[in-house]
Structures are given as structure tokens and as C-alpha cells.
């Protein structure tokens, strides 16, 4: 399994992006994705996954209500909407890919995608908030 982040950019504050994850040889039907991001000199950070059984969603407290996972399985792609984009929203953006649901872990007193387990990084897409 390899995946493809795709879809980053510059934008102003305020602005949206619309990601892409894609793969070759599989069907992304089949598992659970992930959405990652990493900041220079910040940990990564596993902000929204979708599950492959049921499609439920969940989103990182840094993201919820402004980013948005769905799937298209006609074109075997899983996207991340990312509205009203803030600064610290910029960094490198990666998609994986889990067997079974979606995986979390408590980081302090916030839920994020746990990355152990997950599988099929590939470059990620870079992301770029200024004025």
C-alpha cells in the first residue's frame, strides 16, 4: 500500500484548500485513512481519519469545524477540505493508511490519530497560511 498526499498550496488566512490521498493497486474503500500534518520543529500531528467499516469521521479539537474528510470511491480517493485556514494551520501534510478503524491516542488532554499502525506514507503535500 502506497499513498500520495496531494492538493497543498499558499493561501491567505481565512482561505480553503482541498487535499487529496490517492493510491495505486488498491482500493482506499478498503481501509481506514488518516490525514497527518507536520510543522517545522512540531511533532506530527494526526488530525482526522475515516473509517473504512462505517465512515465515521473524527477530527482533531485543532481542526473540528473547519477541515472536512470524505470519500469518493469512484475516483478511489479520499479528500481533506481545509476551510478558514489560520497560520499554525501551515505544514507538510500527510495521508496513511490502517486495517480496522480508526486508531486514537490521548496526547495531554486531546484526542488525535494515533500514526503507530498505520501504514503507506508517501511525500506529503506542503501547506502555506500568510498574508
Known amino acids: 500500500v502506497q499513498l500520495q498526499a496531494s492538493g497543498g498550496g499558499s493561501v491567505q488566512p481565512g482561505g480553503s484548500l482541498r487535499l487529496s490521498c490517492t493510491g495505486s493497486?488498491?482500493?482506499?474503500?478498503?481501509?481506514?485513512i488518516g490525514w497527518f500534518r507536520q510543522a517545522p520543529g512540531k511533532e506530527r500531528e494526526g488530525i482526522s481519519c475515516?473509517?473504512?467499516?462505517?465512515?465515521?469521521?473524527f477530527y482533531a479539537d485543532s481542526v473540528k469545524g473547519r477541515f472536512t474528510i470524505s470519500r469518493d470511491n469512484a475516483k478511489n480517493t479520499v479528500f481533506l477540505q481545509l476551510d478558514s485556514l489560520k497560520p499554525e494551520d501551515a505544514a507538510v501534510y500527510f495521508c496513511?493508511?490502517?486495517?480496522?478503524?480508526?486508531?486514537?491516542?490521548?496526547?495531554?488532554?486531546?484526542?488525535?490519530?494515533?500514526?503507530?499502525?498505520?501504514?503507506?506514507w508517501g511525500k506529503g503535500t506542503l501547506v502555506t497560511v500568510s498574508s
Open positions: 496513511a493508511a490502517e486495517v480496522g478503524g480508526c486508531s486514537l491516542r490521548l496526547h495531554g488532554t486531546s484526542w488525535y490519530v494515533d500514526p503507530v499502525g498505520m501504514h503507506g
Open positions: 493497486g488498491f482500493t482506499l474503500d478498503d481501509y481506514t
Open positions: 475515516i473509517d473504512s467499516s462505517d465512515g465515521r469521521t
